[in-house]
């Protein structure tokens, strides 16, 4: 939170924002601004697990938009032909910013696009929690046992619009409705119910803690100070232009 808030404290000592948050301590090499960036930087990693010999897997996780970006076929490919111990997870919430899936990809089901690559390719309901675990579960079981890459496709959807630009103009207000009466975290509690582990007040317990926790981290955050201007210039690599 203190990151996206720009300050001192942050991930990145503010510098990196909503669009460039990273955590080493975390095992969270990045989100990227450009759409499709992290996914040839994750077979970076996927390539130094093979070259180390340790037995890690990397999650490489983007939306619907990034799959018709050049990096991502490059990257699935690269990743089948060395064997990179990856699971390239594709979060298809039927929109890329206002733009529908079918209007930008030849291909609506996700999943199919590994088939170019001769790559395992895997489509479940992103609103099932459990589902989702099962299948990760074999897919990175497969890329640690076997060194073999695959391409997972949670369905699902996003309630807002992309961010605070989008007007969010582009689908009825009905059709979020519908997507809402299946939401991933509500479905689960409910299932949880049904099996005899959860009730009412233990889900009401967990609700109020995580509430808790977020409105910590936003305390935080505005109390944490801004990075000092004195360090402006302290992570910059390149020095001025030579003449
Ligand atoms: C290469 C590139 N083109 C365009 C953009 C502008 N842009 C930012 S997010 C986005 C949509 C990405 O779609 P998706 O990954 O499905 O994200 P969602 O809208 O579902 O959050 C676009 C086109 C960008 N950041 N990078
Ligand atoms: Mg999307």
Redesign the pocket.
Known sequence: MAELFGKETGTSHGRGGSMHLFSQEHRFYGGY?????ALPIACGSGYAINYQGTDEVVMSI??????N?GAFHESLNVAKLWHLPMVFVC?????????A?NR?SAVTEIWKKACAYDMTGERVDGMDVLAVRRITDQLVAQAREKHEPSLLECVTY?YRG??MS?PDTYRGKDEIKEWQTRDAILSLGEHLKKQKMLTDQEIQRIDEEVTAQVEDAVKFAEESPDPDPKDLYRDVYAGEAAG
């Open positions: 601004a450009i759409v499709g960036q983007f939306g619907d938009g990034a799959t970006i979060v298809n919430n039927l929109y890329g910013m206002g733009t899936v930008a996003r992309h961010s989008d």
